[in-house]
C-alpha cells in the first residue's frame, strides 16, 4: 500500500493546481494542503498515523465526498487523487488498529 501511496503521491506533487469553482475554492484549498501534510506526516513517521489525524482525514474525506461532485474534469481528477490518498492513509491506519 505504501508504494501506491508514494505513487499518487509523486503524481499529485507533479500536477498543477486546476481551476475550481470560485465558491469552493477556499475550502478545496485547505483540503489539499490538510491531506497533503497527513501524507508527508505518514511517509516520514514509519507509515503511522496519530488518532487526531485519522479524524481529521475522515473528516476531509468526507468533504470531499460532497464537493466533487461539482468538480469538472481537471478539477475532479486532482481531488478524486486526493480522496483516494486519505481512503489509502485511513486504510492504513485501520490496519494499524485505529477506527
Known amino acids: 500500500m505504501t508504494e501506491e501511496i508514494v505513487s499518487l503521491w509523486r503524481a499529485h506533487q507533479q500536477a498543477a493546481l486546476p481551476d475550481v469553482p470560485r465558491e469552493s475554492e ?3 484549498l485547505v483540503l489539499d494542503e490538510v491531506i497533503g501534510g497527513c501524507v508527508v506526516f505518514y511517509l516520514e513517521s514509519g507509515q503511522r498515523l496519530d488518532p487526531i489525524r485519522v ?3 475522515e ?8 464537493l466533487l461532485p461539482d468538480l469538472e474534469e481537471a478539477a475532479a481528477t ?3 487523487r486526493l480522496r483516494i ?7 492504513g491506519a485501520a490496519a494499524e488498529g485505529h477506527p
Open 26 to 28: 477556499g475550502e478545496l
Open 55 to 57: 479524524v481529521i482525514l
Open 59 to 66: 473528516d476531509c474525506r468526507a468533504d470531499l465526498e460532497r
Open 78 to 80: 486532482y481531488f478524486t
Open 85 to 91: 490518498l486519505a481512503k489509502l492513509l485511513l486504510a
